[in-house]
């Protein structure tokens, strides 16, 4: 069974950064892992994605150019670095696993974390 385990969140003042970690405990090397997040009264929306090799990524137009999504020297963690950020970032990020392929659509990911709380004040 695959545990998913996200941590780094926190309040930070707009315009400043933060960086998500997701560790997994999970095996192979056919498998996709994304951020998802998802802000009080709205749907989990999709935020980045990232093969296993670590080198194709792709980015919610929401976030591009400020967000980056990395996988670690391990491969088992990934993480999410996240600058200039907005109050409208303001959410629980979660961290997801899947074999489909690297895709922004939340039902290819069949493996959740928890979430981390991430508030951005204005």
């Known amino acids: 069974q695959v545990q998913l385990v996200e941590s780094g969140g926190g309040l930070v003042q707009a315009g400043g950064s933060l960086r998500l970690s997701c560790a997994a405990s999970?095996?192979?090397?056919?498998?996709?892992t994304a951020w998802f997040r998802q802000a009080p009264g709205k749907e989990r929306e999709f935020v980045a994605a990232?093969?296993?090799?670590?080198?194709?990524?792709i980015y919610a137009d929401s976030v591009k150019g400020r967000f980056t999504i990395s996988r670690g020297n391990a491969k088992s963690t990934v993480y999410l670095q996240m600058n200039s950020l907005k109050p409208e970032d303001t959410a629980v990020y979660y961290c997801?696993?899947?074999?489909?392929?690297?895709?922004?659509?939340?039902?290819?990911?069949?493996?959740w974390g928890q979430g981390t709380q991430v508030n951005v004040s204005s």
């Open positions: 999970i095996f192979g090397s056919a498998y996709f």
């Open positions: 990232v093969t296993w090799s670590g080198l194709t990524t």
């Open positions: 997801a696993v899947g074999i489909r392929g690297i895709t922004p659509r939340i039902d290819d990911y069949n493996s």
